[in-house]
């Protein structure tokens, strides 16, 4: 009978640590795949951008074994300010780019409703690695949206 009773607890003892080992996995991988991804971009691109109060949409070309792909995201600002401070933003519409991010989101087959709209006054700001990996940043003032468009090589 003691045989049994010391069993049963050891037995208690190993459940309760396998659980905390399953709970603190858990919460480990939650808060490494939760990370906004504003910090992303600071990872892969050095450019650190204000979080933004809302993330509105977001798509991607699905995983890939090196990381290449397409992405884009849509967030929303309430302070017009810290976006602006944030990047070294062009003011003149650019043709090229407009062209460049439209192939990005047609391969995403993004809606039309979820496009920026290039008829809008907007500001743009992109960036191209080593390897032809390519950032676009669009912000449209009047409605406070920034795209994030990424092509990754």
Same mark, same amino acid.
């Given at each position: 009978?003691?045989? $049994? ?5 050891? +037995?208690?003892?190993?459940?309760? &640590? +396998? ?6 996995? *858990?919460?480990?991988?939650?808060? #490494? &795949?939760? =990370?906004?991804?504003?910090? &992303? #971009?600071? +990872?892969?691109?050095? #450019? ?7 993330? !509105? ?13 397409? $992405? ?8 017009? %300010? %810290?976006?602006?401070? *944030?990047?070294?933003?062009? /003011? *003149? ?7 460049? !991010? ?8 993004? *809606? $039309? ?13 992109? =960036?191209? =690695? =080593? ?10 003032? /009047?409605?406070?949206? +920034?795209?994030? #468009?990424?092509?990754?090589?």
């Amino acid at each position: 009978m003691e045989v $049994r009773y010391i069993m049963k607890k050891i +037995l208690i003892l190993l459940s309760s &640590i +396998l659980l905390v080992i399953v709970l603190l996995i *858990s919460v480990i991988s939650y808060l #490494i &795949i939760s =990370k906004p991804y504003t910090e &992303i #971009i600071q +990872l892969n691109w050095d #450019i650190k951008l204000p979080k933004p109060c809302k993330e !509105i949409y977001a798509v991607d070309s699905g995983a890939s074994f090196q990381g290449d792909g397409e $992405r884009y995201h849509i967030f929303e600002y309430k302070n017009e %300010d %810290d976006i602006n401070l *944030s990047l070294n933003w062009e /003011n *003149s519409k650019n043709i090229e780019i407009e062209l460049a !991010i439209k192939k990005v989101l047609n391969n995403l087959n993004v *809606s $039309r409703e979820n496009m920026p709209n290039f008829e809008d006054n907007y500001k743009y700001y992109s =960036k191209t =690695k =080593k390897d032809s990996s390519k950032i676009y940043f669009v912000f449209f003032p /009047n409605i406070k949206k +920034l795209y994030v #468009i990424e092509d990754i090589c």
